[in-house]
């Protein structure tokens, strides 16, 4: 069982930068691969990015936003920069027991953090 609480998120400027955080909680955290989706309003819920425990990654916002994670303190965070309004929505923590960017492979989930990009 993991447990997942996001943090770091807010109102921002467009072009600014924001890191979200994840806590995890349980003692299989290094074996889980973490991702990071997110939901706009009237809109599925889309992959970010995700990473394995041994650092491998897969990033769909590359060049703007970087995943990493840290297994001593069960933590994963997702660094975001030159934000856009479109960014806007609720960021979500995940965790899958295989690398890949379906919501389906995921079996546990925070509650979000909202992430708002003003123009």
């Known amino acids: 069982q993991v447990q997942l609480v996001e943090s770091g998120g807010g109102l921002v400027q467009a072009g600014d930068s924001l890191t979200l955080s994840c806590a995890a909680s349980?003692?299989?955290?290094?074996?889980?691969?973490m991702g990071w989706f997110r939901q706009a309003p009237g809109k599925e819920r889309e992959f970010v990015a995700a990473?394995?425990?041994?650092?491998a990654y897969t990033n769909s916002m590359k060049g703007r936003f970087t995943i990493s994670r840290d297994n001593t303190k069960n933590t994963v965070t997702l660094q975001m920069t030159s934000l856009k309004p479109e960014d806007t929505a609720v960021y979500y923590c995940?965790?899958?027991?295989?690398?890949?960017?379906?919501?389906?492979?995921?079996?546990?989930w925070g509650q979000g953090t909202q992430v708002t990009v003003s123009s």
């Open positions: 995940a965790a899958s027991p295989v690398l890949g960017s379906s919501a389906l492979q995921y079996n546990y």
């Open positions: 990473i394995h425990w041994n650092g």
């Open positions: 349980g003692r299989t955290f290094s074996s889980y691969v």
